[in-house]
């Protein structure tokens, strides 16, 4: 009996260690977690694409719950290898599917999502962060790769996850926390 509550106490502990890990703001770049003072996982969920796993997402917010008005970052882990400018070209495009018909601004935007987005391998992460009325930051594996100081790109950019308009909704819902 002592056995088999030991075992029980051990499964537990190690079946709560992923959710802690999970929910510690140090998933996030020490430089990030120095722009809020007290950093929350909102959010998470996995983005597939015809089954194929992408990346698993976790959005982060400086709120209780999700406020565009306030900074917020998305964590994204990679489940396979990207090129810089097949991430840039996506978001682009959907960007441009999102309501952007600005040719010269997805230009323009294009140029700063090649300057910032790095190759991505299998395990690597890009954590983007939102800076109300600034722009955009961007880390890979931790280290500040540029920032975009243009709020309507932030906006855009973060809309491919979180406009209700998404192409992943179920994704959109888990991020916002409003999944069970």
């Known amino acids: 009996m002592l056995r088999i509550r030991l075992l029980m106490s051990l499964l537990c502990a190690a079946l709560a260690l992923p959710v802690a890990a ?20 909102l959010g998470s969920g996995e983005m597939s694409w015809f089954g194929l796993r992408l990346y698993d997402a976790q959005l982060w917010g400086s709120a ?10 998305l964590h994204l882990t990679y489940a396979r290898d990207f090129s810089a400018e097949r991430l840039a070209d996506t978001s682009i495009d959907e960007m441009r599917r999102l309501g952007t018909r600005d040719e010269a601004t997805l230009a323009r935007w294009r140029a700063e999502l ?42 855009a950019f973060f809309a491919i996850w979180l406009d209700p308009r998404t192409r992943a909704p179920e994704l959109r819902t888990r991020l916002l926390g409003s999944a069970s």
């Open 114 to 155: 090649g300057r910032v987005f790095p190759e991505v391998k299998r395990g690597d992460v890009i954590v983007g962060v939102h800076l109300p009325d600034r722009g955009a930051r961007f880390y890979h594996q931790g280290k500040l790769t540029g920032e975009v100081n243009d709020p309507a790109f932030a906006r």
């Open 22 to 41: 999970t929910a510690s703001n140090t998933a996030l770049p020490e430089a990030v977690r120095t722009l809020a003072p007290d950093w929350r996982q």
């Open 64 to 73: 209780a719950s999700f406020s565009p008005a306030s900074p917020y970052a």
